[in-house]
C-alpha cells in the first residue's frame, strides 16, 4: 500500500499516531519535479485525455512478487551489519549513551517494527544493487526512509528546528559502523 501525506498546514489534514506510522515501511520524500519531468507529465497528461493509450505490460505475477521476496530475504547478511542496525535501533532507545544532542532531541526511540523494516530495506538495496550481500552503505541508504517517520521527537527538538533526518545524521555519526 501507498499513501500520500498532505502538508499539516491544509485544512483537513491531521498527523497520524504514531502506531500507525509506525506500519509503514518507508517515508519517502518527494520533492516537485523538475522542468523536462514537468513537460512530460503534461504531455502524458494530455495523451490520457485524449484517449491516447500507452502500451506496456506492467503487470507482475504473484509467483514473480513472491520469487523477489525470497531472493530478498536470501540476500546475506553479516552478523556484524546485523548488530549493527541493533546499534542503530538501541541508539534511539538510550540516547543518552550515544549523545547529548541525541537524548535532548529524542522523545521515544523507534519499535521492533523499525528494526525489522531496517533490515528487510537494507537487503533490498543490495538485491536491487545486483549484489548477494548487504553492506553498511546499504543500511545508510535506507535509514532515513526508515526511521523519519518513527522517531518521537521531544518539544525541544521541535523548537529548535530539529527533524528526523537531522536525528539520523548524528545516529551514523555517533555510532560505531559494522
Known amino acids: 500500500m501507498m499513501a500520500t501525506q498532505n502538508p499539516i498546514e491544509q485544512e483537513g489534514t491531521y498527523p497520524l499516531p504514531e502506531a500507525q506510522l509506525d506500519r ?4 519517502l520524500e518527494v520533492n516537485y519535479p ?21 502500451h506496456f505490460d506492467s503487470r507482475i505475477s504473484q509467483r514473480e512478487i513472491f520469487e523477489a521476496r525470497r531472493q530478498v530475504l ?3 547478511m553479516a ?3 546485523e548488530k ?20 535532548n532531541w529524542i522523545e521515544m526511540g523507534v519499535s521492533p517494527r523499525a528494526t525489522i523494516a531496517l533490515d528487510r530495506a537494507a537487503r533490498a538495496h543490495a ?7 548487504v553492506s553498511p552503505e546499504d543500511v545508510h541508504e535506507v535509514i532515513y526512509p526508515v526511521l523519519r517517520h518513527r522517531l518521537l521527537l521531544s518539544y525541544q527538538a521541535q523548537a529548535e528546528g530539529i527533524n528526523g533526518n537531522k536525528i539520523i ?3 551514523l555519526k555517533t555510532v560505531a559502523s559494522a
Open 24 to 27: 509503514f515501511l518507508l517515508h
Open 34 to 54: 523538475d522542468a523536462e519531468s514537468e513537460l512530460a507529465i503534461l504531455r502524458l497528461n494530455r495523451g490520457e485525455a485524449l484517449g491516447e493509450t500507452h
Open 74 to 76: 536470501s540476500i546475506h
Open 79 to 81: 552478523e556484524s551489519i
Open 84 to 103: 549493527y542496525i541493533v546499534r542503530l535501533i538501541m541508539a534511539t532507545r538510550s540516547p543518552n549513551t550515544y549523545s547529548d544532542d541525541l537524548a
Open 127 to 133: 538485491w536491487l544493487s545486483g549484489r548477494d550481500f
Open 169 to 171: 545524521d548524528e545516529l
